[in-house]
């Protein structure tokens, strides 16, 4: 039963382009959502997050959406830099644990 | 301002054998969470300890794993009689409060082989 989901596990991106990954939960007591940016062999670094109160946050080059009917999340990565490719993973929250998603390792081509 | 420290890096043990993962957090920081990730596969929840007290233990397997996070030192997370399938990154988090309210912090991880 896996409550938070990115199908794609894969996604290459033109450098320069724009980079859109997704996330969709079931639980909508989860109000609290984060995205975590993952490289080879280390730890996932936080990237940006967003509350169930907002629909869009923003920080440089990453956006986060969330549309709350629709159970959605996603992130906007533009434009693509070589250095961002990485495996990112969706986490949500709303108890006292994050719950990830599987992830989706993203690739810019230069 | 060290992060998370997670130590060793790698964990190599045979079948049977105990592992034993240390994690140290962010200094002031009173919440510690144990993930693992398996090959190929996302990060997986495990358990969630403040000082002295496990607060969510729902991901752990209930045999053979065990995890405290004493006064003093580090959280320790504890494998009896490891397994093939235990081999895994195993990673650390800690929060200065609960999340949703602040992000957690991770450690690069532990990754244990069992052979």
């Known amino acids: 039963d896996q409550q938070v989901k990115q199908n794609s596990p894969s996604l290459s991106v033109q450098e320069g382009r724009i980079s859109i990954l997704n996330c969709d939960y079931t639980?909508?007591?989860?109000?609290?959502f984060l995205w975590y940016k993952k490289y080879p062999a280390e730890g996932p670094t936080f990237l940006i997050s967003?509350?169930?109160?907002?629909d869009k946050n923003e920080d440089g080059r990453f956006t986060v959406f969330l549309n709350k009917s629709a159970k959605h999340l996603s992130l906007h990565i533009v434009p693509s830099q070589p250095g961002d490719s990485a495996v990112y993973f969706c986490?949500?929250?709303?108890?006292?644990?994050?719950?990830f998603g599987t992830g989706t390792r993203l690739t810019i081509i230069p | 301002n060290a992060g998370v420290m997670q130590n060793p890096r790698h964990l190599v043990r045979r079948r049977g054998q105990e592992a034993r993962l240390r994690c140290s957090p962010v200094k002031g920081h009173s919440h510690v969470y144990w993930y693992r990730q398996l090959p190929e596969e996302g990060l997986k929840f495990m358990v969630y300890?403040?000082?002295?007290?496990?607060?969510?233990e729902s991901g752990m397997p209930k045999e053979r794993f065990s995890a405290e996070f004493p006064k003093e030192g580090p959280s320790i997370l504890r494998i009896q009689q490891v397994v093939r399938g235990d081999s895994a990154a195993y990673f650390c988090?800690?929060?200065?409060?609960?999340?949703?309210?602040?992000?957690?912090?991770f450690g690069q991880g532990t990754r244990l082989t069992v052979v």
């Open positions: 967003i509350s169930s109160i907002k």
């Open positions: 986490a949500v929250g709303g108890n006292e644990k994050l719950t």
């Open positions: 639980n909508s007591m989860f109000d609290y």
């Open positions: 300890l403040q000082k002295e007290n496990i607060i969510d």
């Open positions: 988090a800690s929060s200065p409060i609960i999340p949703p309210n602040t992000e957690a912090f």
